[in-house]
């Protein structure tokens, strides 16, 4: 399994008689040690160290159950400028290492 960044954007949540469910939409980041470098990822996905950014790949929605959510990661929002473009970009606030939340066999 590979952990996966995203931006959540709507939560959608469905209570019924006897359970409940929804789907978490937002949207695919990549991860940057900084503006010009990305993050190298393994099996698992990148680990998120302090001050690594996220970016947003492109406009479209993602989603997921609530269940396959791992964490939230705390983010600072900034913004990137390259080229003659700047981005919305957020910057993490905290340490994340994805395989001490996978379970593995």
Known sequence: ATVRYCLVDTVQIVWTHDCEHG???????TVAENVDEQ???DEYGAIIRKGNIFIIQNESYVQCGPEQILCRIPVSSTEL????VTKQ????NADFNPIDEIMTA
């Open 39 to 41: 993050v190298s990822s």
């Open 23 to 29: 789907l978490v939409y937002g949207f695919d980041l």
């Open 89 to 92: 970009a957020y910057a993490s």
């Open 81 to 84: 400028e390259s080229k003659d």
